[in-house]
């Protein structure tokens, strides 16, 4: 029904930069909030960042809070998290995300999202 594809992962040096995309396809809604998970090895699957697909608000991970942005192009059907300021903590496979609820405040946990791209691998050196 509705199927994601990031890209834009790499190596990249502390302090530097990356903006990762995630292109939708299918059917979607508006209200839709899509997220950016991140998954480090031996680690859990965390949040990282959300938006509702028509822009009405936003929430943020505490550790890239002021570091990251999620944004959307919706003539592009495409998410983007452009990630700023990169720490070698930040190495993860980043993972994009929609939750199919149209109501109800954004969900920071993985259970409640219903599609999921395949993710992208990001490595911060030191």
């Known amino acids: 029904q509705v199927q994601l594809v990031e890209s834009g992962g790499g190596l990249v040096q502390a302090g530097g930069s990356l903006r990762l995309s995630c292109a939708a396809s299918?059917?979607?809604?508006?209200?839709?909030?899509m997220g950016w998970f991140r998954q480090a090895p031996g680690k859990e699957r965390e949040f990282v960042a959300a938006?509702?697909?028509?822009?009405?608000?936003?929430k943020y991970a505490d550790s890239v809070k002021g570091r990251f942005t999620i944004s959307r192009d919706s003539a592009k059907n495409t998410v983007y998290l452009q990630m700023n300021s990169l720490k070698p903590e930040d190495t993860a496979v980043y993972y994009c995300?929609?939750?199919?609820?149209?109501?109800?405040?954004?969900?920071?946990?993985?259970?409640?999202?219903?599609?999921w791209g395949q993710g992208t691998q990001v490595t911060v050196s030191s």
């Open positions: 938006k509702r697909w028509n822009g009405g608000s936003t």
């Open positions: 299918g059917r979607t809604f508006s209200s839709y909030v």
């Open positions: 995300a929609a939750d199919s609820k149209l109501f109800g405040l954004i969900a920071t946990t993985a259970v409640a999202y219903d599609y």
